[in-house]
Nanobody, 126 residues
Framework: QVQLVESGGGLVQAGGSLRLSCVSS????????MGWFRQAPGKEREFVAS????????YYADSVKGRLTISRDNAKNTVYLQMNSLKPEDTAVYYCAARTAFAGGVTTQAYEYDYWGQGTQVTVSS
């Protein structure tokens, strides 16, 4: 069973920055596509960003393009989400997700991810 542990959330003013981290317990992390999703109160979980094994393919939600950047360090079994120019509408619980190793390429669809972290709260004040 793969465990994902997120960290880095917190309270920040609009225009500020945060960097989220997600550490995976999987020995096959370097062969798993990874993603970030978020869920705001009263809303459905939505896609934020995803990245393939080699980091040469990345997808972003239109609402975060140019402000949020996904990256990974396979040597550290870690995926990151650098969040700049934060807005109050970015307030949500952010979840890290992983596909089973070798299961397929990078995707924006939540149902294609097999493992999920517990989430980390990001709150952006106006």
């Amino acid at each position: 069973q793969v465990q994902l542990v997120e960290s880095g959330g917190g309270l920040v003013q609009a225009g500020g920055s945060l960097r989220l981290s997600c550490v995976s317990s999987a020995r096959t992390f370097s062969r798993s596509a990874m993603g970030w999703f978020r869920q705001a109160p009263g809303k459905e979980r939505e896609f934020v960003a995803s990245i393939n094994w080699t980091s040469n393919t990345k997808y972003y939600a239109d609402s975060v393009k140019g402000r949020l950047t996904i990256s990974r360090d396979n040597a550290k079994n870690t995926v990151y989400l650098q969040m700049n120019s934060l807005k109050p509408e970015d307030t949500a619980v952010y979840y890290c997700a992983a596909r089973t190793a070798f299961a397929g390429g990078v995707t924006t669809q939540a149902y294609e991810y097999d493992y999920w972290g517990q989430g980390t709260q990001v709150t952006v004040s106006s």
